[in-house]
């Protein structure tokens, strides 16, 4: 759906969010990783969860764990 290489500034994580909620609302999915093997895939899979679930940090790290 959309194919961008973030760089670590102030708006990575809106726009990393943007980008995985037109996917998802086009019925697409969503492939998060991290080009240098660390946890920043994770970090914003739990914080995307977060801000457009309303999830507590508990729960969306319970549903990606």
Do not use: N
Not at 1 to 6: A, D, E, K, L
Not at 23 to 33: I, Q, T
Request: with cysteine; net charge positive; hydrophobic share 40%.
């Amino acid at each position: 759906c959309c194919s961008m290489q973030f760089m670590f500034d102030d708006h990575w994580l809106v726009l990393c969010m943007i980008c995985a909620q037109d996917c998802l609302s086009a019925s697409g999915s969503v492939l998060v990783h991290c080009s240098e093997g660390k946890s920043r895939s994770v970090t914003l899979v739990l914080s995307y969860l977060m801000r457009a679930q309303k999830w507590p940090l508990q729960k969306a790290y319970d549903h990606v764990k």
